[in-house]
């Protein structure tokens, strides 16, 4: 099997996902567009030799349906042969996007491809494609099925993380993601979001709150204590018994926002980035997906990552850097609780929590973000994984050349 | 045809008499069916016809729906073995018959219109809802529901896709799920009739609809139906199936097949056109009739508790016993409650208590109810007034002469019952019934302050009396069959439902309960956290957890009966950790239970109850995590243990019919109703298997598991207690 290479990874700035966020005025579609544009340029890329271009989408219907892979190929003016699909892991597809661009790579079906995802969850909402996962009583019933922010109070419940733990976690991910910026941490892979005109739209996070506080943050209440109430608490203590009192701790400001993105990941075989003149900056070491309990949804991180580590042959303390989508605070509190990683590996630029989760591209976005991490701190490895929908975890470890 | 007569008038209009002959209320019987088509193939040929009005010639109402009693026995499966798919296919054809029936009746072409001046349920509903026309009467007692639901059934003849295509999922759903009732006027705002008039005029109406508009189309079979508030996959539409799927498995705990496979119905049936939405109707409830719950929830909440609501076991050559007037001795809670059923049946009643001021209370609480009817307009006022003017409170026994009939609710002690039971005896005729509402005494010990011991019978009320429906009726040794056929007279007058058992300690009812609540202390001992015992003992369809109805019932009373029962039995009583937990929890720490606010939750003034943080000192956890494998071991330790000490009951001659033992367990504790009460848990797990599970289980956790002979013996020969037991005929 061949090895996939990494030789670029861009990204949007993300907006705000509201109708005053500074990307709703550009299309999705435009989103996708420029990230495959920003890859060819940057790289003087002869879009030619690019196989397929993979990108994750949680949403994919309106103007983010029909294949906007294949539709961003085209209207990125790529070659035409550049085939384009689009996938779905929930939270994960950004991420499984790359790993199946890689795993194209390292199979042979492609010499270089791109891995990536877009997401304008101000203009296609989040939920806005239905699905019979929590509506058809056959699957709702049977997995317990309750919304994600019940199963990130479950596990705080569970694992015992307090409001003021879960707080605490987004003070200090508010805190990372304003020095990352003022340290222009993130320049490598963060490009300025064109608009009609051709004017840059935006350049930086927009959802970012770097004056959060614990005594701001404190007033805010519970997102989902109202939805438990009525009936999603019941539902999950059914599956957990052991929980007396759901304790309801997530709200939006200890949770991952709402926001537009899109980014993109060039992955290729060693022979095809010599031959293009390009140098890769990381190998991909490993992939893998699980399943988890669906009801409780979002443990699977730590069991992925037990599962690829196992693969790999390494120990949680032979990764130097750790990026977790920061879906929820109790998320990362409790992969760090599992596994025993401290909290100076995981996330060290912050995340989602700060800066948004545009749920088709975040996972491409951080997989970025960690080799740009890895080689500004001259580290060698960086495992990538993200919490995903109905009980799943997927991950990445990438190593530098 | 003897069912339907067909009259034309001058303008055309055909009147269908929906008329089953031979009983009081149309039923959707073998023959109706047959009949049916018959009819609608002449409103659809005859050309002298331009229209139907279908009306009942009962009285009573339009229909009633399907005969349960034919349904009881084809439902659960079990002897059936219909596994192949032929049987299986013509099983479908067979079930799909009223759907094909209904569906030709829209759609023949003429209007066809449905006069209601009466009831119209289940199956006799979904006719209705065939029809191009409802008009109802404004008749307060007519109501119009599918209450398949509630014995464990699906509407199989298009209640399921017609009413969601009426009213929208959203308000259809918990009228199908729960199978509630609307009133005429309820009806018409949901658009479920169409017009509402006043009683005699209905046929009329409707024969003026099929003159005037007389359109004979269905809604959804016109090109631009929309489902009224939208599909499941529309905005509003999705939200009512996520939040419904919750709340059903919150309400239902999964326990109940038919609610889930009536949500799937509507589901599935919306997103597709009627004809094919029917077919999956057929089929889901075919696949409900085969579930256990289908046959045990028709048999006991349907056919047994009608037939012991009738007083299936009085013993037939005792003449009727007209209760008019009973005297209560004890005013309390349920003294006052006993005086206050018994007045709402025109009883008159003298509330006896030690003081006049105890007396006076009595009367209050009384009061207390009809002034919440009254309030809720359930009652006038006038009505209110004359029942509690039927209640004497007084402290004057002299005032007992003339009862036909004497409740003692004074406090369980044998002292205080056998004073009482004195004094009133001196006041009432030889031939008048002495009932004890005792919980737990024997009644063949308090017979003995009697002077006519088989005049002496216990007559167990549950708190509160005015809302629960059972009367557990106890045989001492010396009670006579005359005594019990005036008893049960007697509570079928106040519109109770009596069960029969005879002298045992805690009788039936308070026995069987008292091992719920012990096997979730057992659990407490073992070192199961807390948390999980209730709610998996919630889950298991019990209506609360054991340790929270540990706290409801009182620790300090489950406390006194122990400390009785060990007095009692001397020796032979075995104490273990659960007595050891309890005296902690009463005798040291004053923690009585949800009474006096302290108990194995607190329960503080401004919030929800919560367990008690102590407990984990009294009771330490070793078992925090919750896996299926021990969801499932403690869900069947806690049904289990109940249903081994109700068959323990039959081989002690505590209790003689099945029918009393299920009823008597889902009325008078609450037993998971899904399971048709314990009796019928057991036949439908089988008795071999059942005996197996215990076997394990008393290995595992002690000999309160072990199977009876009684038991063993039936798991030997393949019998069931309703085959073993059963007198109840085939309906």
Known sequence: MADAYIF????????????????????????????????????????SKVDDVVLGCVSPIGEQGADIARTAVLTAEYAETTAGVQVNRFCASGLEACNMAAAKVMTGEADMAIGGGVESMSRVPMGSDGGAWPTDPSSAFKTYFAPQGIGADLIASLYGFSRDDVDAYAVESQKRAARAWEEGRFSKSVFGVKDQLGLTLLDRDEHMRPDATMQSLA??????????????DAVVQQRYPQVERVNHVHHAGNSSGIVDGAAGVLFGTREMGEALGLKPRARVKGMASIGSEPSIMLTGPSYVTEKLLKKLGMNVGDIDLYELNEAF??????MMQALDIPHEKMNVNGGSIAMGHPLGATGAMILGTALDELERTDKETALVTLCVGAGMGTATVIERI | MENFKIEVDGDGVALVTFDVPGRSMNTITGAVMREFPQVIEQIKSDPAIKGAVIAS?????????????????????????????????????????????????????????????????????????????????????????????????????????????????????????????????????????????????????????????????????????????????SPGGSQVFILGNAMLRKQSYGNYPAQLNILKCVFEGLQVPIDAGLRIETRYFLKTMGTPQAKAMIRS????????????????????????????????????????????????????????????????????????????????????DQVLSLITPTTDYALVKGSDLVVEAVFESREIKAEVTKKAEAQIAETAVFGSNTSTLPITGLAKASERPANFIGIHFFSP???????????????????LAKTMDYVLKIRKTPIVVNDSRGFYTSRCFGTFVTEGLEMLTDGIAPAIIDNVGRATGMPRGPLEMNDDVALDLAHKVREATKKDMGDQYVAGPVDALISKMVVDLGRFGRKNGKGFYDYPSDGPKRLWPGLADLAPVKTSDADKALIEEIRTRL?????????????????????????????????????????????????????????????KYGSRFSPPKLLREMAASGETFYGRFGKAKAA
């Not at chain 2, 018994?342 to 009809?370: N, P, R, Y």
């Not at chain 2, 367990?665 to 005996?691: E, N, Q, R, Y």
């Open chain 1, 8 to 47: 670029d990874a861009v990204r949007t700035p993300r907006g705000k996902g509201k109708k005053d966020g500074a990307l709703h005025e550009m299309t999705a579609l435009s989103l996708a567009t420029q990230v495959l544009e920003q890859l060819r340029d940057r790289n003087n890329l002869d879009t």
């Open chain 1, 219 to 232: 007033s805010l209440n519970p997102s989902f204590a109202a939805p438990g109430e009525l009936a999603f």
């Open chain 1, 329 to 334: 605070a109790a998320v990362v509190l409790r």
């Open chain 2, 57 to 233: 010639g009962k009285p009573t109402g339009f229909c009633a729906g399907a005969d349960l009693g034919e349904m009881g026995t084809q439902a659960g499966g079990g002897q059936d073995t219909r596994s192949a798919e032929e049987k299986l296919r013509a099983q479908f054809d067979s079930s799909f018959t009223l759907n094909r029936t209904l569906r030709a009746l829209e759609t023949c072409g003429k209007p066809v219109a449905i006069a209601l001046e009466g009831l119209a349920l289940g199956g006799g509903l979904e006719i209705a809802l065939a029809g191009h026309y409802r008009v109802a009467a404004k008749n307060p007692k007519l109501q119009l529901g599918l209450p398949e639901a509630k014995v464990g059934l699906l509407p199989g003849a298009g209640g399921t896709q017609r009413l969601p295509r009426i009213m929208g999922a959203m308000k259809a759903l918990p009228l199908i799920l729960e199978g509630k009732s609307m009133t005429a006027e309820e009806a018409l705002a949901n658009g479920v009739v169409h017009e509402v008039v006043e009683p005699g005029q209905t046929i009329e109406a409707a024969k003026t609809w099929i003159k005037t508009k007389g359109d004979p189309v269905q809604p959804w079979d016109r090109k631009d139906f929309k489902v009224p508030g939208g599909g499941p996959f």
């Open chain 2, 301 to 384: 909440l349907f056919l047994s508790m009608q037939e012991l609501g009738k007083g299936a076991s009085r013993p037939k050559d005792v003449a009727p016993y007209d209760v008019k007037q009973v005297a209560v001795l004890g005013a309390g809670m349920m003294g006052a409650g006993i005086a206050y059923v018994q007045a709402m049946a025109g009883i008159k009643t003298i509330l006896i208590d030690t003081t006049q001021e105890a007396a006076d209370k009595g009367l209050a609480h009384a009061k207390g109810i009809l002034d919440k009817a009254v309030g809720r307009k359930k009652m006038t006022q006038e009505k209110a």
């Open chain 2, 465 to 483: 009396v005015d809302k629960m429906g059972l009367v557990e009726i106890i045989m001492g040794k010396e009670t006579s069959q005359e005594t």
């Open chain 2, 639 to 699: 049904l289990y243990r109940q249903a081994v000490e109700a068959a323990r009951c039959f081989e002690e001659g505590v209790v003689t019919d099945p029918r009393d033992a299920d009823v008597g367990a889902i009325l008078g504790w609450g037993f998971a109703p899904w399971t048709g009460g314990p009796i019928s848990l057991i036949d439908s797990v089988g008795a071999k298997a059942f005996v197996e599970t215990c076997d394990r289980l008393t290995e």
